[in-house]
């Protein structure tokens, strides 16, 4: 555990840190030794990330919280900056969802996606720069998807919310370069994540909703996101091979793409069975009557901790140096031997 522990622990937020990859990247963070605060609503997933995150030395602080309500999240911020000092690195990872037809999902419930999944990442990031910006250093990860360039069927609420995130995200980026900030943030886009979201999303299909194969662990987005807070200079992360699959087809044949999701987007997103009575648009399903789901959902017989994708994204630098090394001794072997003949 020693050699895991940061030399400099650092005060980390985590927003729906009870569950999912907020949970795995919690208890990564602690790992290093940081401090985490957990951010969410569910009190009895709370409660077991805390254990979490003590569990591998790190120091834990609960904070309930709706992160769709803007003042809570201001209060939220200050409790942890007078509990810990200050506020290093904030991870916006709270989200829902509906699984549905677009014009099946009612207007109420579509406004609840955009308030916790998309405003709740713009009060984070608001949150987090009034502790920052003073200070002139912190970082901020934005939990991203390959839907926030890629919709699919059957998740247009969500898919609509990543989108927005990803544009609010590079218009702040361009504003911290333009005045020269230590202020960093950075987007981490993830693949399809064996987490409980899908025990608890709100669905009107038929059968059990369900992550479009390849499915990835946790752990591996949480490793991503952990890296990116101290790489932030990097504007954004892929994460497994599916993401940058799909980002790429969607840059060089977006059509293409659009007829192979109408195909196939739908019976990819469910399983057999019943969708369980589970479901957190409105209230927590950790709540106190609930119980604690933890990182992981229903899919570890098919998920995957790693990805030689994931590595190459983490490790570009390095790999891009030894690509121009090895072009360089190459060509200098054939200039000497041009120059023998």
Known sequence: MAQLLSRD??????????????????????????????????????????????????????????????????????QVADTFG?????????????????KDVEADEYRRVTEVTYLGYVFGTRAALRHMLPRDRG?????????????????????????AIQGFNESLRCELLHDGSGVRTTMVQLPAVNTPQFDWVLSRMPGKARPVAPVYQPELAARAVVHAA????????WVGGSTAATLI????APGLLDRYLARTGFDSQHDEGEQGGTVNLWAPADGPH??????????????????????????????????????????ARRLTRLLRS
């Not at 834990?60 to 209060?75: I, T």
């Not at 839907?147 to 699919?152: F, S, V």
């Open 139 to 163: 970082t901020i990860v934005q939990v991203g998807s390959a839907l926030a360039y890629r919709g699919i069927p059957l998740q247009s609420a969500y898919c609509g919310a990543k989108h």
């Open 230 to 237: 101290s790489h932030a200079r990097r504007r954004e992360y």
């Open 290 to 331: 609930g119980r604690d789901f933890g990182a992981h959902g229903r899919f570890d017989d098919e998920a995957v901790d790693h990805s030689p994708q994931d590595w190459l994204s983490r490790n570009r630098t390095r790999l891009g140096t030894a690509l121009t090394v090895g072009a360089g001794l190459v060509a």
């Open 86 to 102: 200050t506020i290093d690195v904030w991870v916006n990872c709270a989200f829902t969802g509906v699984f549905a037809r677009f």
């Open 9 to 78: 622990p650092r005060t980390v937020v985590v927003t729906g840190a009870s569950g999912g990859v907020g949970r795995a990247t919690a208890r990564a963070f602690a790992a290093r030794g940081d401090r985490v605060a957990l951010l969410a609503r569910g009190r009895e997933g709370l409660a077991a990330a805390a254990d979490d995150v003590r569990e591998v030395g790190g120091t834990a602080l609960v904070v309930p919280v709706d992160v769709s309500d803007a003042k809570a999240v201001d209060d939220a911020a200050q």
């Open 249 to 252: 087809a969607n840059a060089v």
